[in-house]
């Protein structure tokens, strides 16, 4: 009678214990010696964290540069997903190289540089363009092959040269050390790799068992099942790559890949699956690397969808295996070359197809932009900064063979233009139908709509109460390069998910009982409080400039879940942030950091007293802040950082500090 209910418990027993998994933990607070279970006990390397898993386990790591290369063999299992996870997205960066020494010029040569360093040097990067110096056998090379390198092993000098013969003072320049791929996974099952970022690794000689010969930032070989998400890649031989020659099934989605190229084959790139067999590349970016995003090989199904590629040797591709025959291209753009040997689809190619230009008739339903000659401008919401949604003008409209829009962006009513010449009895859904105030275009926006002003000086005060939790937020943008400023008052109030972007700001900009507010390449510069911001949560401001201010750039009274990155206080006469008590500095800030301040002595300002920079590091912030004071220029009324050297790196993820703006070149 009692046996069944002790066997059935038994084996209860047994399934939690191997259901059971752990959740470790990395800071850079921590030791290897510890236990890893929690945040107070974590462990100090991602490589101790790495080995530590079993399938099912998650590893969690705090923000922070880890200067270390990771590998492992065989995590995971088919039964059970294992994860391995920023515990902030973006802000975990896993680095191969140091920032370089200071250069000085060879006496007797007009562009060689030369500095002290010892260490293994793999290679040079100009970081600021996003270039790698070519290596040279002897130092007499470098003064004939701008943007070139040699390193003098014997003597620890390393000699280069820079891209555009300007003096290397003029830019910044990074040495990958690590001689080794940035997190290396070999044969993972159900591994997910989610908001983690690499810089920095790549190896001098060339690597063979992978496509291009490189070195990756990040590199799952043999992988089965295994996703990587949220993760970025720069300034690597290779970018992200997943290779597969039994398995398959990966999935990489929302990664970002820039300035991964290497001398040993351009098939290094950004974001690529080799060996494909039902693996799919989902909404990725890669610029400025060899290859964009791409499938490689393999003879299964791939799919590259919702993806953007610009500024690489080849943008997006599908080649080689059987699989080339039956993979597809889907809603994407490629400002360049996009080869592929079926049909693209709904999607936008700058260049053209180079495996298929003969399109059968009839069933087209992308945008050419060469060979159609398109005005860009004309056609699109903002095509310099990469937004390919459609004007109610364009005649991309019902061009498609089956009457329906050509290109991944179908046509909404949702994206508005303002411009000085405008007209606010027009409808504002193309520029030449814009608005004309900035009332009108604050009037009536919807979740998931998009204002974009034309250069020019926008007067009036406006108040914003709109938006919708957990909808898609509102955006008020400058439009490719426009100086927009706006004199007047603004202020937030009642409102979710409000974007502002690339505007300029001469009074004081209040956000009062708000929910996911951001500010990203604005300009503020009023003379009391440059923002204000009370009882709000989820406030984000980065790549930012605060100026003239005398109170403080930013207040914050009762706010929760703030982050602020890569912004320029010039706190020269008032503090950076304030705080109405010492309390709500750690209530208020989830993350502050990678920013630049003036005077490091009165960063914050917390009950009334100053908190240096030293101290306010003390809680877990602006740990990687810098001390800059800017040189400012007035420019039509708005005030500019002059040195725009001083902030070309500095910002998270490789970034410029303040405004930075990644543009279009195809």
Same mark, same amino acid.
């Given at each position: 009678?009692?046996?069944?209910?002790?066997?059935?418990?038994?084996?209860?027993?047994?399934?939690?214990?191997?259901?059971?998994?752990?959740?470790?933990?990395?800071?850079?607070?921590?030791?290897?010696?510890?236990?890893?279970?929690?945040?107070?006990?974590?462990?100090?390397?991602?490589?101790?964290?790495?080995?530590?898993?079993?399938?099912?386990?998650?590893?969690?790591?705090?923000?922070?540069?880890?200067?270390?290369?990771?590998?492992?063999?065989?995590?995971?299992? %088919?039964?059970?997903?294992?994860?391995?996870?920023?515990?902030?997205?973006?802000?975990?960066?896993?680095?191969?190289?140091?920032?370089?020494?200071?250069?000085?010029?060879?006496?007797?040569?007009?562009?060689?540089?030369? *500095?002290?360093?010892?260490?293994?040097?793999?290679?040079?990067?100009?970081?600021?363009?996003?270039?790698?110096?070519? %290596?040279?056998?002897?130092?007499?090379?470098?003064?004939?092959?701008?943007?070139?390198?040699?390193?003098?092993?014997?003597?620890?000098?390393?000699?280069?040269?820079?891209?555009?013969?300007?003096?290397?003072?003029?830019?910044?320049?990074? #040495?990958?050390?690590?001689?080794?791929?940035?997190?290396?996974?070999?044969?993972?099952?159900?591994?997910?790799?989610?908001?983690?970022?690499?810089?920095?690794?790549?190896?001098?000689?060339?690597?063979?068992?992978?496509?291009?010969?490189?070195?990756?930032?990040?590199?799952?070989?043999?992988?089965?099942?295994?996703?990587?998400?949220?993760?970025?890649?720069?300034?690597?031989?290779?970018?992200?790559?997943?290779?597969?020659?039994?398995?398959?099934?990966?999935?990489?989605?929302?990664?970002?890949?820039?300035?991964?190229?290497?001398?040993?084959?351009?098939?290094?790139?950004?974001?690529?699956?080799?060996?494909?067999?039902?693996?799919?590349?989902?909404?990725?970016?890669?610029?400025?690397?060899?290859?964009?995003?791409?499938?490689?090989?393999?003879?299964?199904?791939?799919?590259?969808?919702?993806?953007?590629?610009?500024?690489?040797?080849?943008?997006?591709?599908?080649?080689?295996?059987?699989?080339?025959?039956?993979?597809?291209?889907?809603?994407?753009?490629?400002?360049?070359?996009?080869?592929?040997?079926?049909?693209?689809?709904?999607?936008? #190619?700058?260049?053209?197809?180079?495996?298929?230009?003969?399109?059968? *008739?009839?069933?087209?339903?992308?945008?050419?932009?060469?060979?159609?000659?398109?005005?860009?401008?004309?056609?699109? %919401?903002?095509?310099?900064?990469?937004?390919?949604?459609?004007?109610?003008?364009?005649?991309?409209?019902?061009?498609?063979?089956?009457?329906?829009?050509?290109?991944?962006?179908?046509?909404? *009513?949702?994206?508005?233009?303002?411009?000085?010449?405008?007209?606010? *009895?027009?409808?504002?859904?193309?520029?030449?139908?814009?608005?004309?105030?900035?009332?009108?275009?604050?009037?009536?926006?919807?979740?998931?709509?998009?204002?974009?002003?034309?250069?020019?000086?926008?007067?009036?005060?406006?108040?914003?109460?709109?938006?919708?939790?957990?909808?898609?937020?509102?955006?008020?943008?400058?439009?490719?390069?426009?100086?927009?400023?706006?004199?007047?008052?603004?202020?937030?109030?009642?409102?979710?998910?409000?974007?502002?972007?690339?505007?300029?700001?001469?009074?004081?900009?209040?956000?009062?009982?708000?929910?996911?507010?951001?500010?990203?390449?604005?300009?503020?510069?009023?003379?009391?409080?440059?923002?204000?911001?009370?009882?709000?949560?989820?406030?984000?401001?980065?790549?930012?400039?605060?100026?003239?201010?005398?109170?403080?750039?930013?207040?914050?009274?009762?706010?929760?879940?703030?982050?602020?990155?890569?912004?320029?206080?010039?706190?020269?006469?008032?503090?950076?942030?304030?705080?109405?008590?010492?309390?709500?500095?750690?209530?208020?800030?989830?993350?502050?950091?990678?920013?630049?301040?003036?005077?490091?002595?009165?960063?914050?300002?917390?009950?009334?007293?100053?908190?240096?920079?030293?101290?306010?590091?003390?809680?877990?912030?602006? #740990?990687? %802040?810098?001390?800059?004071?800017?040189?400012?220029?007035?420019?039509?009324?708005?005030?500019?950082?002059?040195?725009? #050297?001083?902030?070309?790196?500095?910002?998270?993820?490789?970034?410029?500090?303040?405004?930075?703006?990644?543009?279009?070149?195809?």
């Amino acid at each position: 009678m009692n046996s069944f209910p002790l066997t059935l418990t038994a084996v209860l027993l047994l399934l939690s214990s191997s259901l059971h998994a752990t959740e470790f933990f990395v800071g850079k607070h921590g030791f290897d010696a510890n236990a890893g279970t929690s945040r107070e006990a974590a462990f100090l390397t991602i490589q101790k964290g790495v080995d530590t898993l079993q399938p099912g386990d998650t590893l969690t790591i705090g923000r922070g540069e880890y200067a270390e290369a990771v590998a492992r063999k065989g995590l995971g299992s %088919a039964e059970r997903v294992t994860v391995i996870r920023a515990e902030m997205r973006g802000t975990v960066l896993l680095r191969g190289d140091v920032d370089a020494p200071v250069f000085k010029p060879v006496p007797g040569t007009r562009q060689t540089f030369v *500095a002290d360093f010892k260490g293994d040097v793999q290679a040079v990067y100009e970081v600021d363009t996003l270039k790698r110096l070519g %290596a040279q056998a002897t130092r007499a090379e470098v003064e004939f092959q701008p943007g070139s390198s040699f390193y003098d092993a014997a003597a620890t000098k390393l000699y280069v040269s820079s891209t555009d013969l300007r003096p290397v003072d003029q830019h910044r320049y990074s #040495i990958p050390v690590a001689g080794a791929h940035g997190l290396m996974l070999e044969q993972p099952k159900r591994v997910v790799l989610d908001g983690i970022a690499a810089r920095g690794f790549e190896k001098a000689v060339m690597q063979t068992w992978h496509t291009g010969s490189g070195t990756w930032g990040i590199v799952l070989k043999e992988a089965k099942d295994c996703v990587v998400r949220h993760c970025t890649a720069f300034l690597n031989g290779g970018g992200i790559l997943t290779r597969s020659e039994k398995e398959g099934g990966n999935l990489i989605e929302d990664c970002v890949a820039y300035g991964n190229i290497s001398p040993h084959g351009f098939e290094c790139g950004g974001v690529v699956a080799v060996g494909v067999r039902n693996d799919t590349l989902r909404r990725c970016v890669a610029y400025k690397c060899g290859v964009g995003v791409r499938l490689y090989g393999g003879e299964g199904y791939g799919l590259i969808e919702k993806s953007l590629g610009w500024g690489n040797v080849l943008d997006l591709g599908i080649k080689g295996g059987t699989m080339k025959d039956i993979s597809d291209v889907r809603d994407c753009v490629a400002l360049s070359y996009l080869p592929s040997h079926r049909e693209v689809v709904r999607s936008i #190619i700058g260049f053209k197809n180079s495996n298929l230009d003969n399109v059968k *008739a009839g069933t087209d339903t992308s945008i050419r932009l060469n060979f159609e000659r398109v005005n860009r401008d004309k056609e699109f %919401a903002d095509p310099l900064n990469f937004d390919f949604r459609l004007q109610s003008t364009s005649t991309m409209r019902g061009s498609a063979p089956d009457k329906s829009d050509r290109g991944p962006f179908p046509y909404q *009513a949702n994206v508005y233009f303002v411009k000085p010449d405008g007209d606010d *009895a027009a409808d504002g859904l193309s520029v030449k139908a814009a608005w004309k105030t900035l009332a009108r275009a604050a009037k009536g926006l919807r979740p998931g709509d998009t204002v974009y002003f034309e250069q020019g000086v926008y007067e009036g005060d406006v108040t914003v109460k709109r938006g919708k939790a957990g909808a898609e937020p509102i955006s008020l943008r400058a439009r490719g390069t426009a100086r927009v400023l706006i004199p007047g008052s603004i202020k937030v109030e009642g409102s979710h998910g409000i974007e502002f972007e690339r505007l300029n700001f001469a009074r004081s900009v209040s956000v009062n009982a708000s929910e996911g507010v951001r500010f990203n390449n604005c300009r503020f510069f009023a003379k009391d409080k440059a923002l204000h911001a009370s009882q709000c949560a989820g406030l984000t401001i980065t790549h930012s400039e605060f100026t003239h201010f005398s109170h403080a750039a930013v207040q914050l009274d009762g706010c929760t879940g703030v982050e602020l990155t890569s912004n320029v206080y010039d706190n020269r006469q008032g503090p950076a942030v304030a705080f109405r008590s010492a309390a709500e500095v750690t209530s208020a800030l989830r993350y502050s950091d990678y920013n630049s301040y003036a005077d490091p002595g009165t960063a914050w300002m917390a009950g009334g007293k100053a908190v240096s920079l030293t101290d306010a590091r003390k809680t877990s912030h602006d #740990i990687y %802040a810098r001390e800059l004071q800017p040189v400012l220029a007035m420019r039509a009324g708005i005030p500019e950082v002059a040195d725009r #050297i001083a902030l070309a790196v500095g910002g998270a993820l490789g970034k410029s500090l303040g405004i930075h703006q990644d543009l279009m070149s195809n």
